[in-house]
C-alpha cells in the first residue's frame, strides 16, 4: 500500500504534467487567433 507521500508525490508529477499540457494549448490557441485574424506584425 502506498504511504501518503507517495500518493502526494504522484500527484505533484500529474498535476505538473497537467499544467503544462494547458500551457502549450493556450500557447497555440493564441496562436491559430494571432494569425487568424492579423494581428501578427510583418516585418
Excluded: D, N, W
Excluded at 3 to 24: M, P
Excluded at 34 to 40: K, N, Q, S
Aim: charged residues 20%.
Amino acid at each position: 500500500m502506498p504511504t501518503l507521500s507517495e500518493v502526494y508525490a504522484k500527484f505533484g508529477e500529474a498535476a505538473e504534467a497537467a499544467q503544462l499540457l494547458e500551457l502549450e494549448l493556450g500557447t497555440l490557441l493564441l496562436s491559430a487567433a494571432i494569425e487568424l485574424h492579423g494581428l501578427a506584425k510583418v516585418r
